[in-house]
């Protein structure tokens, strides 16, 4: 099994090709990386910022290079000792006119051979079967009336055109188009109307094709000659002049040119969430997979690719199955990875043939380890007297899953109760106990109140664990919705009562019916969750993050130990990501939101004072009825904390705007936008509240004048949260690269990563600086770096540093980091609460790894900085047959294991610790002595 060792994110887009791409090869070997993860890179919808919206699987992206650059690139990465892992998206392509497998759809209906690639209900009663194209700014009627829709011939094909946009037109409206204009129809025009005639006798796809490309071949021709081509924009300029003839042709059409609105509560596609621009494929068709992996098959064939990471793995039908066969096309050797939310202890399939997640979890993981357990009952106090009610997490959850659900995916509901209907799961006189509204609501009961993105089973009757957990929730809404309690009995007769003992026709049936249900839990959470309950509960949002969860508040040492030996049981080659591309906040805005923490009464204090200097920037033009002013209570707070996490390093107050301050108004209100309209309570997408917005973003940027009093107050508070927020982003770091798992960064995390959500973390990285600076670190050791890099610790050097030596210890112990045993050690003395370590072991092959914990809060307590503590008695115990000697490698120092380890010895120069164990002797003259370290 290929072992990535580490990877390195990148997000390819016009902006950033191949051949930028290729300038930064040198730099990301300097620096240690060994594997390269890129984003898709197949073609996309042209100017697409991320590749998600594929055009065409079977095609390298033309804006980002070719495939001939593509192997130069390997060939130079090969040389490295480099390899490549690509992301996939099986799950959807772009419902847009340059995916050609879609047009050709549209313009054959069923008729197309791509017509069953796509996750399309033909037998909807949704447009009479229709394929909706919600992509009109009113509805059709409105649209019609103002003359928006025109038909024209272009590219060989008569289309209709929407401003920018055209579709194709069914071959029976070329008959409407070219009809009598008051003159004689050409002769060769007429042969072509003959033709036309009898392509309703097809019902072959293949023929159809072919007799449809013949007629379009010959309309081209004819086109070439200039009474045919007069005639033609002769019947064009009198069917845009009759809007009765434009209303016929667009009815004409297998799909039905719609409102986007409409798809809010019917719709009769499936699509990526709530996304009408992104239309799901029916990947579980061999034919279908075939066709998608086709390029990435015949790159990792070619030794290209080296493994894949697969988006959105939840949204297939079938993800175990897809999982077989992709293992099945790939390989034993490939690295396969899949992006995987996990919920609460959820456990990802431990019979899925990958090496693990993208790191979502783990992300949690640190990051809750990091939060001060203690804290919570405090930050929840301040928070329900800040809102003036609690505000229960749990409930917050369910309101906001129920308002996506009946707000924007009501069709996707009624889809599923219709699909229950249509399977005959009951018998008629059954289903005519229950009302019909009950049983379409105990449906959306069963989505909302799924407890995680989804489950896989693929066979009726279920598992017992997973029937047990279907049981559960149907437990649930009968103890909070007694009324649904009939209707939640026939779905556990269908799905849990009958399957043990039904046909294995009806098993299918069944199955189908909880596969579909399956297939819409996640995008309900995710968009309940992420985004919405992650802008609008805000007593905490360094945990409003992806992976993470609003509910948690922190995780013991013990809990955090327990994880990683599972982990290195289960998946010892999941990704350990602290940022993506689809998180909330850049790794290093929760390292220092998480310092708020452990300086929870210092926080509150301050919170409070702001509130009364800030007072007089409140707006009471709130554009709303019902809010008083604006920002509200709950968004001046959720403010506050953006500020704190996100606002840039501090600097010089003589010395000129470094270019992050000077973007950061700009981005600050970009975000706040984004995160109003996320949150759907003041503002929303699709009714935005211009005053609301307005006055919310002009608050925050008076926040930022130095002259008002809040600055001085938030100036000083925001210095030390920095200084204690760059010691748990260091320790994140040394965690990421040294526990179960592989390190991942995301592109250009090697410095300080204070973006917000996307599109503001896809802002352009600036490689050249990086590589200047990593060249000047390796070209200029010093005795005493650490001090240096901590003295300019602001320029993010000390952490580009920790990533390359970190890095480099993998390197030179690949095998050791993806086998090796992860051990909890054991801490005592006096801070001994305040002090995580563990080692890894393989063989004779030691490390110990130690990191400090609530150093805020340590320090506070003992009214010192984090250099100053005396760490006293405090020590590291080691197993038995721990070798004799340590040495540091981050410092130069060395040291005996007997007796176990004082962390003051380790903590003396930077507080954090990265040991490899040896059984010799070592000399005493050799290495800097603790005492001159502590100098």
């Not at 072959?204 to 004819?222: E, I, K, M, P």
Request: net charge negative; aromatic share 10%; charged share 20%.
């Amino acid at each position: 099994m290929k072992n990535p060792v580490s990877t390195y994110r990148i997000q390819f887009h016009k902006d950033f090709t191949f051949r930028d791409f290729e300038r930064i090869i040198p730099y990301l070997d300097q620096l240690g990386v060994r594997t390269l993860y890129a984003s898709p890179i197949f073609e996309a919808v042209p100017g697409s910022a991320h590749g998600y919206d594929s055009v065409n699987p079977q095609r390298i992206n033309p804006e980002i290079g070719t495939e001939a650059e593509l192997h130069a690139i390997s060939r130079q990465l090969s040389q490295r000792g480099m390899s490549w892992i690509q992301d996939i998206v099986p799950n959807h392509m772009a419902f847009d006119p340059h995916n050609l497998w879609l047009m050709d759809v549209l313009e054959k209906g069923q008729l197309s051979p791509y017509a069953s690639f796509f996750d399309i209900n033909w037998q909807s009663p949704v447009h009479q079967g229709r394929l909706m194209v919600p992509f009109l700014g009113d509805p059709l009627p409105d649209v019609l009336d103002r003359g928006e829709l025109i038909v024209d011939y272009q590219d060989g094909k008569f289309v209709v055109r929407y401003f920018d946009t055209t579709y194709p037109l069914h071959l029976r409206s070329y008959r409407s188009i070219l009809q009598p204009v008051g003159a004689a129809i050409p002769v060769a025009v007429q042969a072509l109307l003959e033709q036309l005639s009898l392509l309703e006798q097809f019902t072959d796809t293949d023929a159809y094709a072919h007799v449809s490309d013949n007629c379009q071949q010959t309309l081209a021709g004819l086109m070439t000659k200039a009474e045919v081509e007069s005639y033609v924009r002769s019947c064009l300029k009198t069917v845009n002049a009759t809007p009765s003839l434009v209303k016929q042709i667009v009815d004409q059409q297998d799909y039905r040119l719609c409102f986007h609105g409409e798809t809010d509560q019917q719709i009769n596609y499936r699509r990526f969430f709530t996304v009408n621009a992104l239309i799901c494929l029916n990947i579980q068709d061999p034919v279908v997979f075939d066709a998608v992996h086709q390029l990435p098959k015949a790159l990792l064939d070619a030794g290209i690719f080296h493994g894949l990471r697969v988006d959105h793995i939840d949204g297939l039908e079938d993800p175990s199955r897809y999982l077989q066969r992709l293992r099945q096309l790939a390989g034993p050797e490939a690295y396969i990875v899949v992006e995987k939310i996990l919920q609460n202890d959820e456990e990802l399939p431990a019979d899925w043939p990958i090496q693990g997640a993208t790191g979502y979890a783990y992300l949690s993981m640190v990051n809750n380890l990091f939060t001060r357990t203690e804290s919570e009952a405090s930050f929840t106090r301040f928070y329900h007297a800040l809102l003036g009610e609690k505000m229960a997490v749990r409930a917050e959850l369910h309101d906001k899953k129920a308002y996506i659900l009946y707000q924007h995916m009501n069709g996707e509901l009624e889809n599923l109760y219709s699909l229950f209907l249509d399977s005959n799961l009951l018998d008629a006189s059954v289903l005519a106990s229950v009302p019909a509204e009950d049983l379409k609501t105990a449906i959306g009961e069963f989505l909302i109140q799924c407890p995680v993105y989804r489950y896989y089973g693929n066979q009726m009757p279920l598992s017992e664990d997973e029937a047990t957990a279907v049981r559960t929730i149907f437990s649930r809404i009968r103890k909070n919705k007694p009324e649904l309690a009939p209707a939640v009995g026939l779905l556990d007769e269908a799905l849990l009562q009958n399957p043990p003992s039904g046909t294995a026709e009806y098993r299918q049936r069944a199955l189908r019916f909880y596969q579909r249900c399956m297939q819409f839990t996640g995008p309900l959470m995710a968009k309940g969750v992420e985004d919405t309950l992650m802008y609008t509960y805000t007593r905490f949002i360094g945990h409003d993050e992806v992976g993470d969860s609003p509910e948690y508040f922190g995780l013991t040492v013990d809990a955090f130990h327990q994880k990683m030996i599972d982990r290195q049981t289960q998946w010892p080659l999941a990704l350990n990501a602290t940022s993506t591309h689809d998180t909330k906040r850049g790794e290093d805005v929760r390292s220092r939101l998480n310092v708020l923490t452990d300086l929870t009464d210092e926080w509150i204090a301050a919170v409070q004072e702001w509130q009364q200097l800030n007072k007089d920037l409140k707006s009471t033009d709130t554009g709303s009825d019902t809010t008083a002013e604006a920002p509200d209570i709950n968004d001046e707070y959720f403010i506050y904390q953006t500020l704190i996490g996100a606002y840039p390093m501090p600097g010089d107050e003589s010395a000129a705007l470094t270019s992050e301050e000077t973007d950061f108004p700009d981005r600050l209100t970009e975000y706040l936008q984004k995160a109003l309209r996320e949150a759907k309570r003041n503002s929303t997408y699709d009714a935005p509240n211009e005053a609301y917005e307005t006055a919310t973003q002009n608050f925050a940027l008076n926040l930022l004048d130095s002259s008002r009093p809040f600055w001085g107050s938030f100036r000083q508070f925001h210095q030390r949260m920095a200084d204690f927020g760059i010691i748990n982003s260091l320790a994140q770091v040394l965690l990421k690269c040294t526990t179960t798992g592989v390190p991942d960064i995301y592109q250009g995390c090697e410095g300080w990563d204070l973006s917000l959500v996307d599109p503001d973390n896809r802002r352009p990285v600036d490689f050249v600086s990086r590589q200047q600076s990593l060249a000047e670190l390796l070209n200029n050791p010093s005795g005493n770096q650490w001090a240096d890099l901590w003295a300019s610790r602001y320029d993010a050097r000390i952490k580009q540093w920790l990533v390359h030596t970190l890095l480099a210890e993998r390197n030179r112990h690949p095998d050791l980091f993806a086998s090796g045993e992860y051990l909890p050690l054991a801490v005592e003395g006096r801070y001994k609460k305040h002090v995580l370590a563990f080692a890894r072991r393989r063989a004779e092959s030691w490390y110990v790894v130690a990191i400090p914990l609530g150093l805020a809060h340590l320090c506070s307590t003992e009214s010192t900085d984090a250099f100053g503590l005396d760490w006293q008695d405090t020590r590291i115990s080691l197993p038995a047959e721990a070798p004799a000697t340590w040495q540091h490698q981050l410092v130069n120092s060395r040291g005996e294991t007997t007796n176990g380890i004082a962390v003051a010895d380790l903590f003396a120069a930077l507080p954090l610790a990265v040991l490899s164990l040896e059984s010799v002797n070592y000399n005493q003259n050799a290495g800097i002595s603790l005492s001159e370290l502590k100098q």
